[in-house]
């Protein structure tokens, strides 16, 4: 059965086509390249005046019945290509130029398709990021304490690792960003216990 077997209710405008079963494992076959996530199919489908996937699944149940009458394994996740530290360094070697904020880098990356910041944070820091592009996060020593008082908590007992774990997870300074202000992240620590007590006597 072929796709041009599509049997309509009438010609008016509106009215829906009227699919079977075997008609949309045809469709299915013919293009089985595309059959990957619901989201992807309806692009594709939308493009093409196919049926989208709300419309197989009222056939079909659920989207991975239909994979499974085409043969397609539901069990396999296709994942993107990871990209290395080494790979990620080069890119940021001939774009960095371009970089000003992570959402502009964003922005600029999806257009040149290049790796996201949050696929850069994976291997560097943002200081580290700013760094090949020879500039300086606008970081000042009031802002850094200030960030390091709000997290004392953990700021204080955290070693560098530590502390880059956590300002990672709510993208904070680094400890980088520290040592660059102060000189070392004892002496960060023993900056942040001054500026507390100067705090105090205002």
């Known amino acids: 059965m072929s796709t041009g077997d599509k049997e309509k209710v009438d010609t008016n405008k509106g009215r829906k086509t009227i699919y079977t ?3 949309l494992i045809d469709i ?3 293009h089985i390249e595309h059959v990957t996530s619901k989201r992807k199919w309806n692009t594709y489908a939308k493009e093409r005046s196919l049926p989208s996937a709300q419309t197989i699944e009222n056939y079909f149940e659920t989207w991975n019945a239909f994979k499974q009458e085409l043969n397609i394994d539901t069990s396999i996740v296709i994942s993107k290509p990871t990209i290395s530290k080494k790979e990620i360094e080069q890119v940021l070697k001939e774009h960095g130029h371009n970089i000003e904020t992570r959402s502009q880098w964003d922005e600029y990356a999806k257009e040149n398709n290049l790796p996201t910041y949050k696929t850069l944070k994976k291997h560097f820091t943002w200081e580290e990021v700013l760094s090949f ?3 300086q996060a606008k970081l000042t020593n009031d802002y850094l304490l200030e960030i390091a008082f709000k997290h004392k908590d953990v700021f204080f007992p ?3 690792r530590k502390w880059n774990e956590y300002a990672q997870k ?3 300074p680094s400890y980088n ?3 660059r202000a102060f000189g070392s992240w004892k ?3 023993v900056e942040l216990i001054l500026w507390i007590e100067k705090k105090a006597q205002k």
């Open 170 to 172: 709510l993208k904070l």
């Open 21 to 23: 079963i075997g008609i």
């Open 28 to 30: 299915g076959k013919e």
């Open 158 to 160: 955290s070693s560098q």
């Open 177 to 179: 960003a520290y040592v």
């Open 187 to 189: 002496k960060s620590k």
């Open 133 to 135: 592009a020879n500039k």
